[in-house]
């Protein structure tokens, strides 16, 4: 009877579990995210660095977004492939990085797409697509195509105030097509939201018609029968009646199967400060000092995050700022996977029958779906990949993998396999090099492949194709000085743009089984000929046997008074290893420490009998030969940041300054009791520069702030 109510006390907290995780997963289906980014300027030269700042905003909240911890951006070029990909770290939804601009890049029009894996895996739609120029006077042929590049027409540039950008594709699984297609567009001075249904297959459409169902947390707001017309259907709602930031939209049959799906987010237009102060006049070389204060910008919030440029004033503008952003994407449609009927069941369902507790997922719909390739990264870097066999080629299913961080430290991670043979494991927000493996740690030790997946696009959203002619002569004329003033910055090797590597080598903090029982230090004892007389004299709960020219390792458990006959877990510098060769063959002078815990320990889905870790003295993970179920990457992790000078690079009076980029603060934060004091010195190269503030409240509040400053 004990045992009996044990198993119902267990059951009801998986019930548990399990309607708080189905929540968790209805709350994220109803949320999204966009990238604003705040470009350093427009135009740019080939050698330069964009340097921006991007603020990830939640769809529901438009709030910066606690969601995505982990931001990517692709440049990409006018066929829609990526000539510079980066990683950002988003701390509190916002991160500044920024792109090399290579010498090797044409002249032409360039995008720039900012997306977090959950954007990207929801709906491609929601990447951000920000305009930028680039000048390249050694390689300014008109339209030069690689054939070999061409797409097709999968790569478009969307004009940011174009509302039949508002496709709400569905998701598939399959990548097979889905019968039907929605689409949005905002009408009548943005009143009206007209939704367009359109068949993709006319034979499929059911002669009794269709159900179009708009719902929200708060019930059906439309729930309309309709028949198709030369196969579409439209429908028109008043801004008003939508009271919600986000809905469910679908399609069904009379059956009541839904044929397609989308999430429509809804967010209120008009939004945001601006602000025009008066223009300054300076003096070249001169040292100015503006002050920025919240009480200037609003009252209403306690905390604001801005970011801040001075440049040469463009004679074109490609970007929009953030007030613009907020307006322009008044509405936008994400796929996303429906959760909303089938989670609005699981509280009146009864889970206490006749014959006692049953399992809630057997009364939850069959179909009810969670992509695993859905999730937002919220506290670390996600490493996706697949395992297959080399031989047969077919994913190696429930198998247990691990990744180690190579080190001092056993500092592992483990992850039972699914069916397709994907894993997850997630890496610490570190920035530098991640020395870490991964292994197929099971008793068939069979040769594998370990392919880890790329999270950038294959392919972008590219930007319309440049023509020489597209240039007036004030661009020319503005592009003309631009070049000139880097030619002369070239000459006195004046550096604009700084660009960081950061190379430091990240591993494990602390082993995850806490304290050894005990470590032995091999330099407390007398030099012994080998290491496996160490093992035999001063490590007295390893015991060593050969069978049949092997040699093997078991633990005695204190607790069970017996030899383990399962192996334990066997590591190297963190590197697990299953021959106990490898580390039997190394020299004593080798080694710093052997580490022993002697009892079983369960790690997940893993069952260890005893773990043995033997750290070397570099603590490099030297080996001749990785084992076969095995793969080693050093893998970098937001190792690049950018900057810019905001002082000549020379104090010399007489070396002249031809900077046309004077100011670049990506990461201001004003408090009600606190200012920030922009400082920059004037450059040689005379006209009308442009100071742009911009960035948002702790309330979601946008905020645009301009300025000119004449040099004369």
Sequence with gaps: ????????????????????????????????????????????????????????????????????????????????????QEKIILNQG???????????????????????????????????????????????????????????????????????????????????????????????????????????NASSVPDKGLKFQIFSNKGNVVDQSFKLTNNNWEFRIHKKELNSPSYGICVKNP???????AVFHLASNNKGVFFENPRITVSPREKVQLNLTSKDFTKKAELLYLSASIKLKEPFHTSA????????????????????????????????????????????????FVNSSQYPEEEAYILEGQIKSRKTKEAIANKNVYL????????????????????????????????????????NFEECSIQLKEKFNQKGFASVQWKKSDLNQDQIDFLKKLYENYRIRTIYNQKTYTELKDTCLYRGESNFFGK?????????????????????????????????????????????????????????????????????????????????M??????????????????????????DQLPINTERYYLPLFTSSYSLANKPSSSDKFMPDFRTDLLWEPNITLGKEQDFKLEFTASDVKGEYELIVEGISENGEPIVLKQSIFIK
């Design 1 to 84: 009877m004990k045992n009996k109510n044990y198993i119902y006390i267990l059951l009801i907290l998986t019930v548990s579990l399990a309607i708080n995780f189905a929540g968790k997963g209805e709350n994220i289906s109803h949320e999204s995210e966009r990238i604003h980014v705040h470009i350093q300027k427009n135009i740019f030269l080939a050698g330069e660095s964009v340097l921006l700042k991007l603020y990830c905003i939640n769809s529901v909240t438009q709030k910066l977004s606690d969601l995505s911890k982990v931001a990517y951006l692709e440049l990409i070029d006018e066929n829609g492939y990526a000539v510079a």
């Design 94 to 200: 916002m991160g500044a990085g920024g792109f090399l601009i290579t010498d090797q890049l044409s002249t032409g029009n360039y995008a720039i797409n900012a997306y977090t894996h959950w954007m990207n895996s929801t709906s491609k739609e929601l990447t951000s697509v920000t305009p930028i120029f680039v000048f390249n006077n050694y390689k300014l042929a008109e339209n030069s195509i690689d054939n070999q590049k061409i797409t097709n027409g999968s790569t478009q540039f969307y004009d940011l105030k174009d509302n039949d950008r508002t496709v709400l594709r569905t998701k598939s699984d399959t990548n097979e097509e889905k019968p039907y297609t929605i689409t949005s567009s905002v009408e009548d001075l943005d009143r009206y939201i007209r939704f367009t249904v359109s068949s993709n």
């Design 255 to 261: 059956d009541g199967e839904i044929l397609t799906e």
């Design 321 to 368: 700022n953030i007030i613009e952003f907020f307006n322009i994407y008044s509405n936008f449609g994400a796929s996303m996977s429906s959760y909303f009927e089938q989670l609005s069941k699981i509280p009146e369902q009864d889970w206490i029958s006749k014959d006692g507790l049953k399992s809630l997922y057997l009364h939850s719909n069959p179909n009810y």
């Design 404 to 443: 180690s961080k190579i080190g001092e430290y056993a500092d592992i991670s483990t992850f039972r396999t699914h069916q397709d043979g994907k894993f997850f494991f997630q890496l610490p927000l570190k920035k530098g090099l991640h020395d870490i493996s991964i292994q197929l740690n099971d008793n």
């Design 516 to 596: 050894p029982y005990s470590s032995t230090k091999i330099d407390n004892f007398i030099r012994l000929d080998s290491l496996e007389e160490y093992f035999h004299e001063f490590i007295s709960p390893v015991k060593i046997s050969y069978r049949k020219k092997e040699t093997f390792f078991n633990v005695y458990s204190p607790d069970q008074l017996k030899v383990m006959k399962p192996a334990p877990l066997i590591l190297y510098d963190g590197l697990i290893v299953s021959n106990p060769r490898i580390i039997l063959n190394k020299r004593p002078s080798e080694i710093d420490r052997i580490e022993v």
């Design 598 to 623: 002697p009892y079983e320990y369960f790690y997940g889905k893993s069952h260890f009998y005893g773990i043995i870790h033997v750290i070397s003295k570099d603590k490099d993970c030297k080996i």
